[in-house]
């Protein structure tokens, strides 16, 4: 399904702030897997999901999906593919927009837009139903601007509208870390239902070492924009928070050791 | 109370223009200054046109076409080349300077012996009375002509109107309306937002040009002075429409910047009437709209104030 090869990235090389956000990150999924990701500060797990998104061109590697080499095209292009929700609630949707105009726009979503009706009344008719699905009572809102909602509110569209035509690929970037823990443990209902149901193929970064251990069938856990660890089948289903946590700790003290070493050698030989 | 009618048919004209300001300003939080030149455009080219025996439609559809050509060159220069919104508009702008002068030949045409679209709704409204050129409206004595013309463009207005928002309403509507609103969002769901703009604006300037070809149809002349300051202008409109509906939907915010124009138009005039001197009357739009842009964070600011004493 997303077969991505030795991607890198460097954000402003030949300069002082030169970051290696990438350096050379090769992932495969498999059609209907969700695969988590999870990382320290910088390790470039958000990169990477955007790296596939298409808001940046990686340096070097290639990113094929469903079949197709996409990575010289732009982010809309890849629209076509990928449904996205982001850490934001503020950005999967357009505020001064109706509920239902949001939704109409993702209806379209990779497709042409002329000056076709955007309102025809078996669309409005399915989102009514949708949107009652999400058990939050939006469905006799339809006409109210999003900017009058929740985050969690926000964020729960933002699913329903990333996935209204099944995505070959659905990008989750941290997409509950916005939101107050009630919201955020329904939000995660409803992504497993939604991922359940159509048999999404599904990528998400996390920042939660419970959500990395309870969902999804595949961890990969990333640092300084390589990936260190991807625990699959049933080591994936016995990994528990505590065992992340200990997984994290390990990196630390390797990574002060690196730095004590890399200055005692320095003091040596230079 | 030809005085009036002239006030009104000049705020209809000029809705056009806040219509036009309302979109790149508006829909796409784009300060567009090409507006400046693409009104004279609008008025240079409609105007050459008719001197040439082009039938008066058809000469302010042109002026419409041109005026989307200089939007879109704005909106290229912004997202093709990278150059700031505002510069953009301005280096169109200024080529239009040139660009007017060319089209005209000179700095200003006369349309005094032309048919034009105001011409052409003066001959209907003599028709519709069998000739008689004045009548009584509750004891003020009204010219048949300023009448028929005052009637032809609110009917004009509310056409483009009515188009403009079904179009908004359209999916391609749809779309460039998000991508003023969430640039992040609209292309997550596949839109090329670079094309989005430069056709925004290039719908902005073009009803700004039919604005133009309107006014120097019903002026009876083009001058390649006559855009100075009319984004100042629009905006002016656009913000006392704002005022005036206090709402966000579509509809009712493109019926505002029409009464808006209206409005501040009436204004104006009063204004003149009480004595303003002519030249003072760009530096008191520029203070009205300076503070109409001001009085919101003064207000919220005043409200926050109040919350914490």
């Known amino acids: ?270 | 109370m030809s005085l009036l009618i002239g006030t009104f048919t000049i705020g209809f004209i000029l809705s056009l223009l806040a219509l036009g300001v309302f979109i790149s300003f508006r829909i796409f939080a784009f300060p567009d200054i090409t507006a400046d030149g693409s009104i004279t455009l609008g008025a240079s080219v409609a105007a050459t046109l008719l001197v040439h025996g082009v039938s008066p439609p058809l000469a302010s559809l042109a002026a419409f076409g041109a005026g989307m050509v200089a939007g879109a060159c704005t909106g290229t220069l912004h997202t093709r080349f990278k150059i700031n919104s505002l510069l953009s508009g301005i280096l169109v702008m200024t080529a239009l300077y040139s660009i007017n002068l060319h089209v005209m030949g000179r700095s200003n045409v006369p349309l005094l012996s032309v048919t034009t679209l105001a011409t052409q709704a003066e001959r209907i409204g003599l028709g519709v009375t069998r000739g008689v050129t004045s009548f009584n409206l509750a004891g003020w004595d009204v010219s048949v002509r300023d009448a028929s013309v005052l009637c032809a463009i609110a009917f004009a207005v509310a056409l483009t109107g009515t188009l403009l928002y079904l179009f908004l309403r359209t999916n391609l509507g749809m779309a460039m309306r998000a991508t003023g609103d969430n640039v992040q969002m609209i292309r997550a769901l596949g839109v090329n937002d670079a094309t989005m703009i430069v056709f925004g604006l290039a719908i902005s300037n073009g009803f700004v040009a039919l604005s133009g070809s309107l006014l120097a149809q019903y002026q009876g002349f083009a001058d390649v002075g006559m855009g100075i300051g009319m984004v100042v202008w629009g905006l002016a409109s656009v913000i006392i429409g704002e005022a005036l509906v206090g709402s966000n939907q579509v509809g009712l915010t493109l019926v505002g910047a029409v009464m808006g124009s209206v409005l501040f138009r009436l204004m104006v005039a009063v204004a003149l009437r009480w004595g303003l001197s002519p030249n003072d009357l760009k530096l008191i739009t520029a203070v009205f709209v300076f503070f109409a842009l001001i009085t919101p964070q003064f207000l919220r600011k005043a409200r926050l104030r109040s919350a914490h004493a």
């Open chain 1, 1 to 270: 399904m997303l077969e991505v090869q030795s991607i890198v990235k460097t954000f402003n090389s030949g300069t002082p702030n030169e970051v290696h956000s990438l350096r050379g990150v090769s992932l495969t999924l498999e059609p209907g897997s969700w695969v988590i990701i999870i990382g320290t500060n910088g390790s470039g797990k958000s990169t990477f999901l955007n790296a596939v998104a298409g808001m940046f061109f990686v340096d070097e590697g290639s990113i094929r999906l469903a079949g197709r080499d996409v990575t010289r095209w732009p982010e809309y292009a890849r629209a076509e593919l990928i449904g996205r929700v982001f850490q934001n609630p503020f950005s999967g949707t357009s505020p001064s927009l109706t509920i239902r105009e949001n939704l109409s726009l993702a209806a379209r979503r990779g497709r042409s837009r002329g000056l076709g009706w955007g309102m025809k009344s078996t669309l409005v008719s399915k989102m009514r139903d949708e949107v009652s699905r999400l058990n939050m009572g939006l469905e006799d809102r339809l006409e109210n601007a999003i900017g009058s909602l929740s985050g969690g509110q926000r964020q729960a569209l933002t699913l329903l509208m990333a996935t209204w035509l099944r995505p070959e690929l659905l990008l989750l970037d941290e997409h509950t870390a916005a939101l107050d823990p009630k919201s955020a443990d329904l939000l995660i209902a409803l992504t497993e239902k939604v991922v359940a149901h159509d048999k999404l193929t599904t990528l998400m970064v996390t920042h939660s070492m419970h959500q990395a251990a309870s969902l999804g069938d595949r961890l990969i856990m990333m640092h300084r924009g390589q990936i260190i660890h991807d625990f699959q089948g049933a080591e994936k289903r016995r990994l528990r928070p505590d065992d992340l946590l200990a997984r994290f700790e390990e990196v630390r003290r390797a990574e002060q050791l690196d730095e004590s070493a890399a200055q005692m050698l320095a003091e040596k030989y230079i």
